[in-house]
């Protein structure tokens, strides 16, 4: 049985932006689409009503939100789940069960870009499926045109196959082209093992050795999705930097996840938490199998 595609839903402009891009993507995969609402009754005076009639009062905000959307695409398959519970537990929890998970995030202009909130970092953290980030105010793909799905590659060739797939899936089902994106810098001379410094000298020096990894690791997608058109981009800097400074070209942002647990909460690594702050198109962060 082939998984849903999950977005979660809270009634916010960024929920209703990542749920219509959520049955946008639904739509060109085939695939039915859920949503998800997590709650918990507020047994307080500011707030009226017993358990069940907050709960009815929930459902017919969040069946009003998926009518508003899902009414543009006949034949379109939703579900509806409305979960009391933890909002990132359950959240988490419907991103296990997709194929994807795609949550709103509040965005203030190109330059602040993405606030991702404790919520959006616990379950990309905590989620073992990808999680896009749409902010309000994304535009429809056909308003996108001719832009790219830039993915990012960092490690060895066979590094990230993940997010390379999950990257050229995406434009072969919009008919994009991917911008395979790898970064890189001289590190410390102290770094340098003898080994290293061999294969950087076999390799030309050390934008050669990077060119030859980026295409090994994209060869075996080429080879899969010939139709998808691909370009290779290898620059110094750093990979934050670099992936923002295409960003622009980009109708989708794809990048790995390198998640940790910290005392002080989740972390999901600093180029996924930078570029999730800053790109002005949806991100996806994927996670390793």
């Known amino acids: 049985m082939t998984r849903p595609i999950t977005a979660g839903f809270d009634g916010s402009e960024e929920s209703l932006a990542a749920l219509a891009w959520a049955a946008r993507e639904a739509v060109r995969r085939g695939s039915a689409l859920r949503v998800v609402h997590a709650w918990r009754f507020e047994p307080h005076e500011a707030v009226q009503g017993d358990h069940e009639t907050q709960a009815r009062w929930v459902r017919e905000a969040v069946d009003a939100g998926v009518r508003s959307v899902g009414g543009r695409y006949a034949g379109l398959e939703v579900t509806t789940d409305v979960v009391e519970g933890d909002a990132a537990d359950v959240l988490a929890a419907a991103g296990d069960q997709s194929r994807m998970l795609v949550l709103g995030s509040r965005g203030h202009g190109r330059v602040v870009g993405f606030l991702l909130g404790s919520v959006g970092q616990q379950v990309i953290a905590g989620t073992s499926r990808p999680v896009v980030l749409v902010r309000s ?5 056909s308003e996108v045109d001719g832009r790219e799905i830039v993915v990012g590659h960092e490690g060895d060739a066979q590094d990230g196959a993940d997010a390379l797939g999950f990257a050229f899936e995406t434009a072969a089902a919009r008919g994009a082209a991917v911008r395979a994106v790898r970064a890189w810098t001289l590190p410390p001379v102290f770094a340098y093992s003898p080994g290293s410094l061999k294969l950087l000298d076999e390799a030309g020096g050390p ?9 090994e ?3 075996p997608w080429r080879e899969r999705f010939p139709d998808v058109h691909v370009v290779e981009h290898v620059e110094m800097g750093s990979a934050g930097q670099v992936l923002l400074s295409v960003a622009g070209r980009a109708q989708l942002m794809v990048v790995g996840r390198r998640a940790r647990r910290t005392a002080v909460g989740s972390r999901i690594g600093s180029v996924a938490h930078g570029v999730l702050h800053h790109a002005p198109c949806p991100v996806a962060v994927v996670p390793p199998v």
Do not use: F
Not at 137 to 141: F, L, P
Not at 207 to 215: Q, S
């Open 137 to 141: 105010g994304d535009r429809a793909t």
């Open 207 to 215: 934008e050669p050795y990077e060119t030859k990894a980026l295409r």
């Open 217 to 219: 690791a994209v060869q």
